[in-house]
């Protein structure tokens, strides 16, 4: 997986505790984050890490997995992070497991929101090739969606993935907003050679039968 990881950043010109709030709380998650439409927060894990569930809907079918995450918000500069892994069976899913992190990085008046992520597919290497780069893009709209509600009050609701096609609103989230490698890295690459040094130590997520 390490040379076809996935990199988002997006700056959020807003203050850190509301992006913390609207990226960490499960209800709110969702409202943005178009990946999912469910993240139910279930047992504590070891060292202060939480399980959850999680679930998207797709047509005729809601795909259903775990998850394990942890945050940190006691970076010396201000920063925080959260590491996170999760899993499925289910075969309607692009991802069989995988693992990532948020950064939050103080950056004037804003903050840069970055995930680095990777995951094993769950289509085979020959679908991944067109599966990836969709959760690619999915995962910067969101994240530009985010930084919508974050700067300007707009619900997400008020931009559904139908607004893609809403070419007359310029000011629609946009995936092409985020940045999409790191500075001076490249698009495909092992994006967790950054992850915060605790997404070694959380334990597997639990499998859904």
Do not use: K, N
Request: aromatic share 12%; hydrophobic share 35%.
């Amino acid at each position: 997986m390490a040379e076809r990881g996935i990199y988002v950043e997006v700056r959020v010109a807003a203050p850190l505790d509301m992006v913390w709030e609207l990226t960490q709380d499960p209800e709110q998650h969702v409202r943005w984050d178009v990946r999912f439409s469910e993240i139910l927060p279930t047992t504590p894990a070891d060292a202060g890490a939480m399980r959850f569930t999680y679930t998207r809907r797709v047509p005729l079918r809601t795909v259903s997995g775990d998850g394990v995450s942890i945050g940190d918000t006691s970076g010396r500069d201000g920063s925080r992070t959260s590491a996170l892994r999760f899993a499925t069976t289910d075969p309607w899913s692009p991802i069989r497991s995988g693992r990532g992190y948020w950064r939050y990085v103080p950056d004037g008046d804003g903050v840069r929101f970055i995930t680095g992520y990777d995951y094993a597919p769950g289509w085979g290497t020959v679908l991944d090739r067109f599966a990836r780069p969709v959760l690619g893009w999915a995962t910067a709209w969101s994240f530009d969606r985010l930084r919508v509600w974050a700067e300007r009050g707009e619900p997400p609701e008020r931009w559904p993935l139908a607004s893609v096609l809403w070419f007359w609103r310029p000011e629609r989230p946009r995936a092409a907003r985020c940045r999409r490698a790191p500075a001076h890295g490249r698009r495909r690459d092992d994006h967790l050679r950054d992850a915060p040094a605790v997404l070694a130590s959380l334990p597997a997520p639990r499998r859904t039968p």
